[in-house]
């Protein structure tokens, strides 16, 4: 269930803001954003590191990508935030990559 007006996020353009989003809109955000944020990622790289970020990268993802880190200063080149509100654009998906017991609070912190 979406959200009412009261809880949307101004931070969100226009188009994407939860009280006004069909589900269309929803899916394509999903499934074309144009910035993705990886919570918790491992700070291996390279070819055996099986890192998602690398691949993304690798395949020439278009869009934005953002980490965040609670140790790292760059992951890949990519600049490491130590929570996602320290990201200082909004993000459209996010990846979290925490241990069980991490994840709530990480899913907590994007909205």
């Known amino acids: 269930m979406l959200p009412n007006s009261e809880h949307a996020n101004p931070a969100l353009p226009s188009c994407?803001?939860?009280d006004i989003m069909n589900t269309v809109q929803q899916i394509d955000l999903f499934m074309r954003p144009k910035s993705v944020v990886f919570i918790g990622i491992s700070r291996k790289t390279g070819h055996e590191a099986h890192n998602i970020l690398?691949?993304?990268m690798d395949l020439g993802f278009p869009g934005t990508l953002y980490?965040?880190?609670k140790?790292?200063?760059e992951i890949s080149g990519v600049?490491?935030?130590p929570s996602v509100q320290d990201i200082p654009e909004p993000v459209d998906l996010?990846?979290?990559?925490?241990?069980r017991e991490a994840a709530s609070a990480a899913?907590?912190?994007c909205v």
Request: net charge negative; aromatic share 8%.
């Open 79 to 81: 600049k490491a935030y």
């Open 67 to 69: 980490v965040v880190h």
């Open 107 to 109: 899913v907590k912190d």
């Open 71 to 73: 140790s790292a200063d």
């Open 16 to 18: 994407y803001r939860e």
């Open 54 to 56: 690398d691949n993304l």
């Open 94 to 99: 996010a990846v979290v990559l925490t241990q």
